[in-house]
Structures are given as C-alpha cells and as structure tokens.
C-alpha cells in the first residue's frame, strides 16, 4: 500500500482503505474492526456520504488532531460529503472532521448534537478505547442516516396516502366550521325571538249589553276600488 504524508503530521494510506477502518495502532480487535466496517459501508450505501476511521498512534509536535482530521478527510473524499473521526492513542483524544457538503445537507442545530453526543461518548476514558470507538461510529452513522430519510422524505414531497389524508381533513374541517356556524346562528335567532315582545295597541271600546268586556275597530281598511 502507497503510504502518503501529511506535511508535519503523520503518514497515511494514499487511498483510502477498502473497509474505511485505517487502524495504524493495532487498537481495534479484529471482531470490533469488523463490526466498525460493516456499519460504515452500510451507512455509506443508504446516505451516499463516505466515513472513515483512522487511529494512529500520535500526531506531529504542533499539529492539533483538528487540523489533521480535516487534512486527512481532504485527502481521502476531497470533493465528497464524508466524515472522519480521527484518533490518537498518544493522546487518548479524538476529532471528527465534517465536509462542507454535509453542513449544507443537514441541519445544523441537529449536526452539532450528534457531534456533541459522540464526542462524550468519546471521553468516556473508563471504557475500552475499542467500546469507545464503536459507540461512537454507531451513533454517529445511525443519526445521519436518520436526518438522511427525512430528508429524502422531504425531497419528494408528500405520497398519495398523506395528500389523500390532507383533502378528507380539510372538507372534516370545513362541514364543522358550516354546522357550527348554522348553531351559532340560530342560537342567536333563539335569543332574539325569545327577547321579542310584542303589543296590542290600547282601544276605547264601549260595554255591550252588559258584558265584562266590550269589542270595537281599532282600525278599518277597504279594499281599492275595481
């Protein structure tokens, strides 16, 4: 294998390798290299977005593991969305370079979290530096092929089935505002009806042959002459 330098960092694989897991260190039992590869290419299959790991045993005086995982992500997926998560075991610390390309995928707010998560998982120093690294490449790659599907989701927009569902709730919607609005206006003709009272105009009318109570016109209209 062509091995490549970083100018003041460290050597590494001009190529990337085959099972993305570049383990320089010995660290990773065969089982965890494994299991680490095979999340990894999984990932990459469903999310079209490289990820590598590389462990090394340290890096150069004056390097910072920052400036040398982003080295390292350039020179393996330059032009690609990809991260990189890179450990040194001189200095039980780790970094994890991200493209560009995946800042402007997903959203940020959700980037950081699971940046955030991994990175203590990371720290947990009282774990096996193999149960560290595992942990960490799980999460990561579960939660972007996550922010993945939904994002596809979003892409093409919704299926039949949900429009379908949006039309029945829309008429649900507008046959309650219309009854509830026919209630609504007869309950206030109720109220008007039941507030209505109405009178008789007063009439001075004689006593008629003795009778309790009298009779007469109040008022008299004729038909218009033919």
């Known amino acids: 294998m062509a091995v490549h330098s970083l100018a003041g960092v460290f050597a590494y694989p001009a190529t990337p390798p085959p099972s993305c897991v570049w383990d320089d260190t ?4 065969p089982a965890t290299e494994e299991q680490i590869s095979t999340a990894i290419r999984s990932f990459q299959k469903s999310t079209g977005c490289d990820f590598w790991l590389a462990a090394v045993t340290s890096v150069d005086a004056g390097a910072t593991l920052r400036e040398s995982s982003r080295k390292l992500r350039w020179n393996w997926s330059p032009h690609r969305p990809a991260f990189l998560l890179l450990h040194s075991r001189g200095k039980d610390a780790s970094s994890i ?18 940046l955030q998560t991994a990175g203590a998982r990371l720290g947990q120093k009282s774990l096996p530096l193999e149960e560290r690294l595992l942990d960490a490449v799980i999460n990561i790659t579960q939660d972007i092929e996550r922010l993945e599907s939904i994002r596809q989701r979003q892409a093409k927009g919704p299926s039949a089935l949900e429009q379908q569902a949006a039309i029945a709730f829309a008429f649900i919607v507008t046959g309650v505002t219309c009854v509830g609005g026919l209630l609504g206006w007869r309950a206030r003709a109720r109220r008007r009806l039941k ?3 109405c009178h008789f105009p007063q009439a001075a009318v004689a006593s008629r042959l003795g009778a309790l109570f009298g009779g007469g016109v109040i008022a008299e209209t004729h038909p ?3």
């Open 224 to 226: 218009p002459a033919g």
């Open 195 to 197: 507030l209505t009272v």
């Open 97 to 114: 370079s991200v493209s560009p390309e995946i800042w402007h995928r997903y959203p940020a707010s959700e980037l950081i979290g699971i």
């Open 26 to 29: 010995r660290a990773l039992p």
